[in-house]
């Protein structure tokens, strides 16, 4: 089982960025693939999340408007366009997989990839 996030960098406020969440080993067209992310000092927070059958998304309060997630038609890749970036933003993004449709619980998700860094920044 793998996911691989990518995408992240240093970007001014109000900046853009795609993040790339790359999965293989496990049948993800049946998963919930979620995003979240870990600033520092604070704990891990869902962002956002995509459901496998009728790709149904959910974002968190504070993304709303400004970041969109989407699946590769494929279904082996998961994007977050993330706009408008704010200070706030900067975090340790992570993409994680569910078999539980739509959930927004971090101890659901059975497989996690590995952070990507997101730094907003003037």
């Known amino acids: 089982v793998q996911l691989q996030a990518s995408g992240g960098g240093l970007v001014q406020p109000g900046g853009s960025l795609r993040l790339s969440c790359a999965m293989s080993g496990f049948p993800s067209d049946y998963y919930t693939i979620g995003w979240f992310r870990q600033a520092p000092g604070r704990e891990r927070e869902w962002v956002s999340c995509?459901?496998?059958?009728?790709?149904?998304?959910y974002y968190t309060d504070s993304v709303k408007g400004r970041f969109t997630i989407t699946r590769s038609s494929a279904k082996s890749t998961v994007y977050l366009q993330v706009n408008s970036l704010k200070p706030e933003d900067t975090a340790d993004y992570y993409c994680a997989a569910t078999i539980i449709d739509g959930s927004r619980d971090t101890a659901d998700y059975a497989y996690w990839g590995q952070g990507t860094q997101v730094t907003v920044s003037s």
């Open positions: 995509i459901t496998s059958n009728d790709g149904r998304t």
